[in-house]
């Protein structure tokens, strides 16, 4: 798919239809699936690979993402991307062995290599995607804004864009107090919840620029009986 874009992006800069500065190209970095399970570097990076289950891996390792990136750009044709997403951090919990805590350690090794990769010219800025509530019983992983924040420098970062769930089925972005919650969706601390904001309002206040991801496949997967 970078390949693609690569190449009508090129077309687009070389024929003057659009300048650079009128594109956003963002990129993830994280997932491991489909050749990348074979790359030697995977191999070498041992445990910290999470292998969540079959055919589908997790990594935010520096060398990983340094790796990865340097192939996005290839593809892409660019010397620099708009901004890198850390590819749902949360899932690598999924994984024998590795807690909410030790990905929330994970992110801010990332963080850490995403600053230089800023400061290298390699990237303007960095974000993460992921579930910041819970999707759905069998699924309770996520994150708190919070806790992204406690990792960042505490001055001059690039940290900058929050992607997340938001559709007719997944609303809570917009109106449910953004606190840990269980797998049932309830709040574990009920009392913090009262005062609490939803998570757009909690990025606004932060500065951060927001972007909704599964717009049509949320509503496919957790509304049956929805047309499209």
């Known amino acids: 798919a970078e390949s693609a874009v690569g190449a009508v992006l090129a077309d687009l800069l070389s024929s003057g239809e659009v300048q650079r500065d009128e594109v956003v190209v963002v990129t993830k970095v994280g997932n491991i699936v489909g050749p990348a399970l074979r790359s030697p570097l995977v191999r070498d990076l041992g445990s910290a690979v999470a292998r969540v289950r079959e055919g589908a891996w997790h990594c935010l390792e520096p060398a990983w993402i340094e790796a990865e990136l340097t192939a996005s750009l290839g593809r892409l044709g660019l010397a620099c ?14 994984a024998p062995g590795v807690s909410m805590e030790e990905v929330y350690r994970r992110v801010g ?74 797998a049932d969706g309830a709040a574990r601390d009920a009392a913090a919840a009262l005062d609490a904001p939803p998570l757009a309002a909690l990025a606004r206040r932060h500065g951060l620029a927001t972007l909704a991801n599964r717009p049509l496949d949320g509503i496919r997967g957790e509304l049956r009986g929805v047309l499209r």
């Open 109 to 182: 090794r990332a963080v850490d290599h995403l600053e230089s990769e800023v400061a290298r010219g390699r990237a303007a800025r960095y974000g993460v995607t992921a579930a910041f509530y819970p999707l759905r019983a069998s699924d309770p992983e996520h994150l708190l804004l919070g806790r992204l924040l406690e990792a960042l420098p505490t001055e001059g970062h690039h940290f900058e864009l929050l992607q997340f769930p938001l559709n007719f089925a997944e609303p809570q972005a917009l109106w449910m107090p953004h606190v840990a919650r269980n």
């Open 81 to 94: 991307v708009d901004c890198v997403l850390l590819h749902c951090p949360e899932f690598a919990s999924r």
